[in-house]
């Protein structure tokens, strides 16, 4: 087959360009990049080779191998793994996988300074393509396990690459870096160093468990003889490992080659259980969530291994899915290796394993929060609304989730934990009240909370979607019902206030008539019409019963294809209202009261209105207003 010339997508191009004008400070990182993607490698050949030994591959001598050429500036990185067929090469290099790649270039457009960018490059970790920060041209030359010929693909990092079959080519991959001239300034980075090279890996990839081998540095040999190559990593599997023995910059590089996120982690857990199921974990809490943690094909899990053995990504069994945003490995000692997904999510092994680690990552969140603030803070801005689904599938854990979970809330713009609401309840107030909506503002605004804002009395704000769901399924905390202002009856008056009492009995005597007429008036859209004790300022409002489903909950479950039947809330007065008094005087006193069934239609759509909601007939109501605003010019 010929030589074939191929344009590279466009977001591709975008990247490239970015990685050749890199202004990334840390260039060294492309290193540890490419060796990431050989030892991939490696563990997949393996792998591969022990489920299907008829494979026609050579495994008993895995290696990862790093070469210098001073005198032509190249430096290749070769492994004997799985290696990609032609039309591999083609996806997996041409294209870019990632799925943050269009938020992160849509992102760099905006980020117009340098600092920016750097943060960014971090943020989505890209992998191959970062040897473009270091050189002008890159050639990978690899065979697929198992196949006879192989791939030659080249990139001066342009708009182009080529693609050629070669066939000589060995078992797995060698990519070849030509190098950008040297800096004089800066020897320290010189990549055709030996010395160099064996920093970096020392600093960036010791952990990595196959052999990285290099041929001896010039001048430890002995002239003539072909020098010996060298290891240079120590190859111990960092979670094997005694916790003196390994440093935090060391959990840190692991975490990146995992995780593909070029920033530290916020937190790493270690786990060793002994006994008859034995297993070691080493788990990593991102210091920031992921573009992709709220979609639907969002990668979950942690990595699996059996005795060493890299078994398989993204393993799901062992997280509940509110921990998706965790990282890490799993290294279970009596595994079958030929464990597949299906056998995992059954094995009751696996069960108690997800149990306990849910447990330690919940208790390590729990530390955090006692120990340092800001640490938490982080934590919760950026996984808090994930972990909060966990209220409703995962009711083991709910008092464990609670009890690091903070919300929004009318006391003040911290956020606030339930415990501290609790602290803060007034006497005789029995229950915690939130309110839930798409946004601070428009909840804080809301009719339904004038009443508790007149009394100050505190209400959670909850703007997620899944705070809709959680305050159902959880209810209570520590005896305290859980109750929004926007649903049943609220009473605000502490016990004994007889006079209140009376004058309400009287105002209910007062309205019956007009209460009644309303709710014939509106049947088709309410239940019922009654008086408000929730309002102060506003005419009116709606509200829904104590055990139906908010109108939010109601749209949730439409826009998952869900059947609900449309429920019919009820509309309040606010009897000290002059609108409302007006309105009850003018029902008192005409016998014809067609004009007022309008009114009343207004009324109802004005309390809609101001809880953010949509006019049944927006139309029908700009006539109404329309009409009414001519009569009093
Ligand atoms: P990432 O490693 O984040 O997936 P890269 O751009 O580094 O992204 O690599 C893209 C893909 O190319 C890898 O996922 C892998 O499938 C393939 N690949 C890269 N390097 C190698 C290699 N040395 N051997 C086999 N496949 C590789």
Known sequence: MPTETFEFQVEARQLLQLMIHSVYSNKDVFLRELVSNASDALDKLRLEKLRDDTLDAEVTDLHIEIDVDKEARTLTVRDNGIGMSYDEVGKLIGTIANSGTATFLKELKEAQDEAGAEGLIGQFGVGFYSGFMVADEMTLVTRRAGESQGTRWTSRGEATYTLETVDDAPQGTSVTLHLKPADPENQLHDYTS???????????????????????????????????????????????????EVSDDEYHELYKHISHDWREPLETIRLQAEGTFEYQSLLFIPSHAPHDLFTRDFKRGVQLYVKRVFIMDDCEALLPPYLRFVKGVVDAADLSLNVSREILQQDRHIRMMQRRLTKKVLSTVKEIKTKDADRYATFWREFGTALKEGLVTDPDNSEAILAVASFATTHDDEPTTLAQYVERMKDGQDDIYYITGESRQSIENSPHMEAFRDKGIEVLLLTDAVDEVWVDTVGEYEGKKLRSVAKGEIDLDTEGDDQADGERAKQAEEYAGLLGWMGEQLGEDIKEVRLSTRLTVSPACVVSDAHDLTPALENMYRAMGQEVPRTKRILELNADHLLVKGLNQAYKEREDRTGLVESAELLHTLAVLAEGGQPKDPARFVKLVADRLERTL
């Open 194 to 244: 030996p010395w160099t090279i064996k920093e970096i890996v020392k600093r960036y990839s010791d952990f990595i468990t196959w052999p990285i081998r290099m041929a001896a540095v010039a001048g430890d040999g002995d002239g003539d003889s072909a020098p010996e190559p060298e290891t240079l990593n120590s190859m111990k599997a960092l979670w094997a490992r005694s916790r003196d």
